[in-house]
Structure formats: structure tokens, C-alpha cells
């Protein structure tokens, strides 16, 4: 740290990816990328767009804007296109929350929210889940604070019903709720058509799981045109020119081919419902998932341990050094193969046998 950094930024506690090790080669399940390649039309898109990179890229979105508008149903005016959803998120953290208006999110959910927050200067309150990690959506019913929820939740994978989320929007109206749907094409259902209903909902999604484009960063926010107009605002005043030529003809490309994205979504759901009744009878518990990741233990093993094990053997998973739940493992569902290699070194592991 410089001695020129300033305090607000010196005490900031960033957060900390998922590892990502070039030492050897790993079965990668954890950092909940796809098993799949992005669309081949989608690599055929990128060569293409590379030949015109003298150009700037086209602003608010571009044709990227409205073929995301269309595929969901709303107006091209109800979306604002992102570097990541991590870019709309943290706007959204930018544009509506401040000393007077704080954040609030649960104790247990995704790793940004509060680095976000005190990037930004957001006093916060954080909300523990049950213990069963499910969210009371009692806990969120007025409390006036600007709300942000993962649904599916992470690193959970538990899902909240779109009717308990409405109650919370529904009785927080001088405050916005941001729903972050990350892995909602994984079998949830969207809270996206609420936006026409109510003028505080930012619901955002990402191309990083389903559509196979971690690496392209693209993400997106949807709400009602005075909403997204706010983030255009801070786009406009940060970074106009936030997504590239390249990001946007792959996304225009994965919007086109989103057939593609719904079989190998189809394809996730199943290896994780196999892979999770194979964990259960190696004795894990397993929370209800409907994301690409299960969260799972097993009592009386040290999630360390198992996850030290798992990484000697050529296997990453992902673990929090978080009291409530640092026996647990976040699982991203690879490839079917590469989760029976799981299993069986898991047996070999909770056996004894390795
Ligand atoms: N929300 C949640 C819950 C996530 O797990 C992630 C991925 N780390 C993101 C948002 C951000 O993803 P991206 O910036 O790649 O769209």
C-alpha cells in the first residue's frame, strides 16, 4: 500500500476470486464456470468483430441491448448492458445507496455485496439466514434499507419464491430491491417480469454461467426506464465505452444461439441432480440447489481438509473461511466425467482408503 492511498480505500477489504492456477492441470469446480464452450457462433462473431477493434464500440448497449430486451420480454429502454453483472451490481450499490439510504443482505450469500458496499461508502446491515440457510423474507419486510438478494443464493444454491421476493419489494417502496439472478437459467424463475410492477426492482443477470462467457465479462440489469436510466447516468460518468466490440458481438451471438444455452443448462440440471444423490449416499449433506454449484458436507470432516485433499488429488472446489459454514464446499457441476471423478475420490477420501 502507497502512503498515497486514501483512508476510505486503505481500509477496503477486496474480495478474493476463486483461484485461478496455471501450477498444473485441475477439474476446475470452483468458480462455477460452464463445462461448455461458448457457441460456436459466438467465437465465429469474435473473429469477425475483431477486424473493426479501430473503432470505438457502440454506446448504451448497442444491438446487444435489444436482443437481450426482446429475449426477456421487456422494452429496450427497461436494460442496461454491463462488464459482468459485477458492474451492474456495483452501480446499483453507486446509484441508490449512501449514508441515508443503507444496504442490506444476508450473512451468508455472494462475497461482493459487501465490498461493494464499502467501496462505495454504504453502511450496511447484514441479515443471517435461517439455520437451514433459507432467507425469512420476514426479516427484509420494511426495513427500509436499499435490499440486495441472490436468488439462487450463493453459495448456497437455495432458491426463494418470486412470491416471498415481491412481498419484500412490495413492502420496502421508498427503497430498491436488487434481485442478483446470476444462476437463475439453472431452474428458477425470474423476477424479471415484476419490473413492470414495481418502480424499485433492479433485477440483474450475467452471461458468466449459462451462456458459457466468464471470460467475455457481459451482465445486465433490468428495471424500469427511470432506473436504468440512473445507471446510464453512471456509466456516462465513469466509463461510456464499458463493454468492447468483442464482448458485445459474443453476447449478440449467445443471445442469437440461445438454444444452445437451454440444452447445456438442461444438461447442468441433470449431472447436478446425479451428482447430488451421489453425495448423499457418500453420507454429504446437500442443500437443495437450483444453481450450477451444490453446497455440501459431511459431518465429522473438516471442510479444509477435504478441500486440501480434493486439490492434492487435481481437483478445486470452493471454500469460505466463514464460521457458519467453513465445513462446507461450494461444487460447480462440470462435465458429467469429470463429477464421477469427484465422487469416487471422495469416496476414497471419506473412507480412508486414500
Ligand atoms: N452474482 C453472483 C451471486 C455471483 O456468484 C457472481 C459470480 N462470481 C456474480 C454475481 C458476478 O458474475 P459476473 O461479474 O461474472 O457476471
Known sequence: ????????????????????????????????????????????????????????????????????????GVGYDEVAVTNGSDEVLNLCFK??????????????????????????????????????????????????????????????????????IEKIIKSNPDNVVVVDEAYIDFGGESCVPLIKKYPNLV????????????????????????????????????NPYNLSRLNMAVGIAAMEDSEYTRRNCAEVVSTREKFTEDLRSLGFEVLPSLANFVFAKKEGVSGRELYERLRSEGILVRRFDSPRINDWLRITIGARDDMKTLVEKLRLITENLL
Open 203 to 238: 433485477v440483474t443477470q450475467t452471461f458468466s454461467k449459462s451462456r458459457s462467457m466468464a471470460g467475455a465479462r457481459l451482465g445486465f440489469g433490468v428495471a424500469c426506464p427511470e432506473l436504468i436510466n440512473d445507471l446510464y447516468r453512471l456509466i456516462y460518468s465513469t
Open 1 to 72: 500500500m502507497s502512503r498515497f492511498l486514501s483512508s476510505a480505500m486503505k481500509a477496503l477489504a477486496p474480495y478474493i476470486p476463486g483461484e485461478q492456477p496455471s501450477d498444473r492441470k485441475y477439474i476446475k469446480l470452483n468458480t462455477n464456470e460452464s463445462p461448455f464452450p461458448p457457441s460456436e457462433k459466438a467465437v465465429k462473431a469474435a473473429e469477425e468483430a475483431a477486424k473493426s477493434l479501430q473503432l470505438y464500440p457502440a454506446l448504451d448497449g448497442g444491438r446487444l441491448r435489444s436482443e437481450i430486451a426482446e429475449y426477456l
Open 95 to 164: 446509484a441508490f445507496c449512501s449514508t441515508q439510504s443503507p444496504a442490506a443482505f444476508a450473512d451468508i450469500t455472494y462475497g461482493f455485496y459487501p465490498v461493494f458496499a464499502n467501496y462505495n461508502c454504504v453502511p450496511y446491515e447484514i441479515i443471517p439466514l435461517k439455520d437451514d440457510f433459507t432467507v425469512d423474507p420476514c426479516d427484509y419486510i420494511g426495513i427500509n434499507k436499499n435490499i440486495f438478494i441472490a436468488n439462487p443464493n450463493a453459495p448456497t444454491g437455495i432458491f426463494l419464491p418470486v412470491s416471498d
